[in-house]
């Protein structure tokens, strides 16, 4: 790393210098955790406390036109929740841009659902999307 920037020897630095802060967490199987974080381990283990759980439900009915598909989103939050690591992707401070996290989640659509690029274009996150791509061409972050 960066021997200019204090305190960061090393990439779990990154999450050590977030404790006790609201941290976003995205999981497999395209659930998204948002909450402070308490305690980790080199398994990325966490323990997260006021934890706003996002859960995207893809719907693809098989009688539908071809790109036609619903998300769904459900939510649910909880006091103390423990993450098992191997579930984990990503781990970055919320105070990042909450449309960030929105382009995150789409390119991973994309990835994890190769064939189903023009369903996952459709499924992109709308006026979000277009704000987003706004955002980013403004902040010198490559934009598809």
């Known amino acids: 790393m ?8 090393e990439p779990f630095d990154l999450i050590r210098l977030s404790l006790s802060e609201r941290v976003f967490v995205k999981l497999r199987g395209d659930r998204e955790l948002t909450g402070v974080l ?10 997260l406390s006021d934890v706003e759980e996002t859960i995207m439900i893809v719907d693809h009915p098989y009688e ?6 619903t998300v769904n989103v459900a939510k649910r939050k909880m006091e103390m929740l423990f993450v098992r690591g191997d579930g984990v992707i990503l ?3 919320s105070q990042t841009h909450p449309r960030i996290h929105s382009y995150r989640t789409y390119c991973t ?28 061409s403004s902040s010198r972050l490559p934009v598809p």
Do not use: C, W
């Not at 990835?111 to 980013?136: C, M, V, W």
């Open 38 to 47: 308490h305690a980790y381990d080199g398994h990325m283990n966490l323990i």
């Open 2 to 9: 960066d021997s200019t920037t204090p305190g960061i020897q």
């Open 64 to 69: 539908a036109p071809e790109g036609q598909s």
């Open 109 to 136: 659509r994309s990835h994890l659902h190769p064939g189903h690029e023009k369903i996952t274009a459709n499924i992109s996150y709308g006026a979000d999307f277009a704000a987003l791509r706004q955002s980013l």
């Open 91 to 93: 781990v970055s401070s």
